[in-house]
T-cell receptor, first 111, second 118 residues
Framework: QKEVEQDPGPLSVPEGAIVSLNCTYS??????FMWYRQYSRKGPELLMY????GNKEDGRFTAQVDKSSKYISLFIRDSQPSDSATYLC???????????FGPGTRLSVLP | DSGVTQTPKHLITATGQRVTLRCSPR?????VYWYQQSLDQGLQFLIQ???????AKGNILERFSAQQFPDLHSELNLSSLELGDSALYFC?????????????????FGPGTRLTVL
């Protein structure tokens, strides 16, 4: 079993839909959780960062962490074609060190 | 543009060879991270340096080594290359973890070096 699991997709949704992306993990020591967006042929860029459990909202993006279930989610509201990318979750036990990434979910938002 | 530069963009070499990948962090960033991204393994953390010193080690093979120089640029050396080393190699930089609140220590990724081993 991989340390971080993520459905690879591809996930196709119509423009304006609410998108739910998820990761599960096995290491209970993880307490820093991040979501990255990676466009084709580009490096990942940080979208959201969350510490421990709870929710965090930033514009159309909401990150949720449920440490008891070892499950994190990223919600995208009013999805746009420009959101089409691969979304990677990442986590670490100590921020800035030893990040473990999920394999990524490829998202396509169709106009 | 993240402000992190990586050279070269593409590298094609043969098995058994040695290559050096170079990374220049964003101005003011003290931490440099190296990652390998391949289709079957995804994004794998290799190693982190902070102000010239090794800070954390991930899934880095013994054939690979890295260093961060006094001017804060970093090099990743890959030797005795195998076909399976073909991948995208990313460098990322951040301000640094020492004395900084975690929420401010965002990693900024460079455009990557695509390595093809034939």
């Amino acid at each position: 079993q991989k340390e971080v699991e993520q459905d690879p997709g591809p996930l196709s949704v119509p423009e304006g839909a609410i998108v739910s992306l998820n990761c599960t993990y096995s290491n209970s020591a993880f307490q820093y959780f991040m979501w990255y967006r990676q466009y084709s042929r580009k490096g990942p860029e940080l979208l959201m960062y969350t510490y421990s459990s709870g929710n965090k909202e930033d514009g159309r993006f909401t990150a949720q962490v449920d440490k008891s279930s070892k499950y994190i989610s990223l919600f995208i509201r009013d999805s746009q074609p420009s959101d089409s990318a691969t979304y990677l979750c990442a986590m670490s036990a100590r921020y800035g060190q030893n990040f473990v990434f999920g394999p990524g979910t490829r998202l396509s938002v169709l106009p | 543009d993240s402000g992190v530069t990586q050279t070269p963009k593409h590298l094609i070499t043969a098995t058994g060879q040695r290559v050096t990948l170079r990374c220049s962090p964003r101005s003011g960033d003290l931490s440099v991270y190296w990652y390998q991204q391949s289709l079957d393994q995804g994004l794998q953390f290799l190693i982190q340096y902070y102000n010239g010193e090794e800070r954390a080690k991930g899934n880095i093979l013994e054939r690979f080594s890295a260093q961060q120089f006094p001017d804060l640029h970093s090099e990743l050396n890959l030797s005795s290359l195998e076909l399976g080393d073909s991948a995208l190699y990313f460098c990322a930089s951040s301000v640094g973890t020492s004395g900084r609140a975690p929420s401010t220590d965002t990693q900024y990724f460079g455009p990557g070096t695509r390595l093809t081993v034939l």
